[in-house]
DNA sequence: AATTATTTTTAGGCCAATCTAAAAATATAT
DNA sequence: ATATATTTTTAGATTGGCCTAAAAATAATT
């Protein structure tokens, strides 16, 4: 990974790929102008300026009105980028005791600490973490990102024993809420009611139970517990 | 420490506050323009700009043509900026096995990362170290230096056995010198003969003996070894 | 197809941080 | 004390990253 992306970016510029990178890993396809604008909450005419620029460094392929899409040595930048932002929220979790609702604010700081060297030894302090404190996958070194298979909480069958393994929303809230819920990675649910009006269910959370809303439940990743 | 000290500063002006605390730590007299163009490898044009801003934030009192000396809140800034590269030092070398003379590129990066609470949780991991691993002392979260009273190498007694507490030098060339010769912090010296020609020295490190240059000598910090 | 709405780009300016060259102040030497 | 050398400041320009307002291109409606 390393060796196809030395070059030196502002902070600035690195935010810029790593914005464009996380719209268009989705669908994989051209991001706007003004998708990247909301994202990076600057007006559209400075994205438009920034593009030129690193169009101009060859980090992504620029139309005029026709958006952008990352070149693959971009590509390679914003997932390194990715890669030391979950790798420094697994240190701050493990080994600072930070809640996962701290952690993100502080891994958008040190994401930009610039030494390989420094990611790697970080790496295998950490183990060789594959999934960061949310559960999102963390890339390898050369870039790679663990796979999983999973749905979403709303979508899994009756009865069937479920391991909590990620969450699809980040915010502060969301996540102080799911600690109060007693719902972290890991944990083990069981859907024992579906509820039409509301569309909540109740769910079986370790040894009691408890009622989830759909707006919680859309938000939780799961896999099929296979115990 | 941080309440007195609660403003966004961009890492530029951080960096300057750091040069111009080092360069006045010794003596406590004003620091003049060229000598922080120097250490900031600058412009004495860029100086004169930036002592102007950090005036008028309060950072420092500056007087045309008379150099400047850090304010309170100067002081406490770059005490903590200090504390934050140590520590990270620290970090570096203790948990993930960096070599002495490699971690002071990063810790400049790192020191500017900005969140009290993580440099708390990481002096706690680090199980509150008062030195970092080039022997420099690490204040304290309220900015207190932690005192010692060392020597250098070159003015010991003879006979006397000695332990290395630090270095004066921090070059990556004489680091790895030190490798070298088998010294490092906590290593026991005893000086067995000094020769005047050229103020080399020939000492006992650990169970063999070894010739040290004048050059070399000089910026080693010992202590009296009370054992 | 023509009008209207939306998106995107351009134009022009601002601020922080840098530079070089010239002017002004201070220090040193004769 | 006067001349010379050094230090420091000012002046003016440049660059990255941002802004608002206006123009241009594209998309959506009628
Ligand atoms: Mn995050
Ligand atoms: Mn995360
Ligand atoms: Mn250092
Ligand atoms: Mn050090």
């Not at 690193?54 to 971009?74: M, R």
């Not at 390679?76 to 930070?98: A, C, G, I, P, Q």
């Not at 999934?131 to 663990?146: E, L, N, Q, R, V």
């Not at 009756?158 to 102080?176: D, T």
């Amino acid at each position: 990974m390393y060796n196809a992306c030395r070059m030196k970016l502002s902070i600035t510029e690195e935010n810029y790929l790593k914005a464009i990178f996380k719209l268009s890993e989705r669908d994989n396809k051209a991001v706007s102008t003004n998708a990247i604008a909301r994202q990076m909450q600057t007006s559209a005419a400075s994205v438009t300026d920034m593009l030129k620029r690193l169009s101009e460094k060859k980090l992504l392929k620029y139309t005029k009105y026709k958006g952008v899409t990352l070149s693959e040595k971009g590509g390679k930048l914003s997932t390194n980028l990715v890669r030391k932002h979950r790798l420094w929220e697994v240190f701050l979790v493990d080994k600072l005791n930070f809640r996962w609702d701290e952690v993100h604010e502080i891994a958008e700081q040190l994401e930009h600490i610039d030494s390989p060297d420094l990611v790697n030894r970080l790496d295998a302090f950490l183990n060789h973490p594959k999934f960061d404190p949310h559960g999102d996958p963390i890339p390898s070194a050369d870039g790679k990102f663990t796979l999983r298979s999973q749905q979403i909480l709303t979508e899994v069958d009756h009865k069937l024993p479920v391991l909590v393994v990620g969450v699809r929303e980040h915010s502060v809230a969301f996540l102080r809420h799911l600690d109060e819920l007693d719902i972290h990675l890991g944990q083990q649910l069981e859907i024992l009611e579906r509820y039409d009006y509301d569309d909540s269910i109740r769910v079986r959370v370790g040894d009691h139970q408890q009622m989830i809303s759909s707006k919680v439940a859309r938000n939780i990743f799961v896999k099929i517990n296979p115990s």
